[in-house]
């Protein structure tokens, strides 16, 4: 039972020794269906963790501090425990702040193989070290959506293709965020059958150039949905060359949150996906509609940029759905509005919004802290 207790605390932490302290890291709300803990005291009680074993998400942080003393619970075989973990209501996991030795993560994603866990988010984290050898089958969990933001990798652009190698195929999202290596080893990586979103917003280096090299060809067979908001596009015509060159046919593309520009005259020409039927190019500062868009769509996002005319129909393809709202010409009787204009350009509805987005992640924190109120 004991053995079974520490493995328990190796998946939910991974599992640490207890300390003497009356400080409460851990918080579950009142119908045990959110747990979250941060440790942030310099004498953490982990096993205030064990408040988590009920709950369906847990967050856990560990206020930035190395866990390489707790490699020794690596060579921990799950299948002793099987049916305890599969007993675990857990569904949605988070882990962040912390420097964890490869061994440690890859030995907590095989014992979590054994769980009902459907979404896992790792944040703020430092993996170091060299990780195991990969296992001859996946023995992950079945993931429907990773995300990780502010990762960084000893592994360098291997990471996703090492990452890879422990999760059961079916991964539907990915979203990669303050990514410190987005150049994977493409001859490495594995096709993702069943990817449908890969999200790279909030990579401002990322660049079309950087684009090429993480789309690797024909590793996203069936993807419907590409991001990249906030991601260093600069030209719509240089995403399209990056999507030919790796050879995906996204359903829906979305730009927005980029400082777009206008093709240079000498680009050289793209065919834009077929598949392509949604487009968004809100709030990247456009004052006119780029040349070269696709001929036809469902949905073209124009909203929240600097337009300050309506749109020439042979200006535009062929739209269902076009939205304008939030440019100048659009909200003319805005107060104070040729001042906005004059010294950003922007609509003051577009700039809340803005702002909004800004927050929203904060927003979530809040929200999520008066649970506990």
Known sequence: MVRATYLLLLLLLPLLHVS?????????????????????????????????VSAVEVEIRGGGRSLEQFIKFADTDPKQYVDLIKALRLRRLTVGAAQVPALLLAAVLSGLGHSRLNQLT???????????????EATGPALATLRLRNVS?????????????????????????????????????????????????????????????????????????LVLRNAGMETPNGVCLALAAAGVQPHRLDLSHNSLRATA??????????????????????????????????????????????????????????????????????????????????????????????????LALLQGAGAFA
């Open 20 to 52: 003497a302290t009356t400080t409460e890291p851990c918080e579950v709300d009142d119908d045990d269906f959110r747990c979250v803990c941060n440790f942030t005291d310099p004498q953490p009680d982990w096993s205030s963790a064990f408040q988590c």
């Open 122 to 136: 790792l944040e703020d984290l430092e993996v170091t070290g060299t990780p195991p050898p990969p296992p001859l």
């Open 153 to 225: 990798w000893a592994t360098g652009g291997a990471w996703l293709a090492e990452l890879q190698q422990w999760l059961k195929p079916g991964l539907k999202a990915l979203n990669v965020a303050q990514a410190h290596s987005l150049a994977f080893s493409c001859a490495e990586l594995r096709a993702f059958p069943a990817l449908t979103t890969l999200d790279l917003s909030d990579n401002p280096g990322l660049g079309e150039r950087g684009l090429t090299a993480a789309l690797c060809p024909h590793k996203f067979p069936v993807l419907q949905e």
């Open 265 to 362: 005259p000498d680009a050289p020409g793209c065919v834009w996906p077929s598949a392509l039927n949604s487009l968004k190019l809100s709030f990247a500062g456009l004052e006119q509609v780029p040349k070269g868009l696709p001929a036809k769509l469902s949905v073209l996002d124009l909203s929240c940029n600097r337009l300050n005319r309506a749109p020439r129909p042979d200006e535009l393809p062929k739209v269902s759905s076009l939205l304008l709202d939030g440019n100048p010409f659009m909200d003319p009787g805005a107060p104070n509005h040729q001042e906005d204009q004059k010294n950003s350009g922007v609509v003051p509805s577009c700039a809340r919004s803005t702002l909004a987005v800004g927050i929203s992640g904060t």
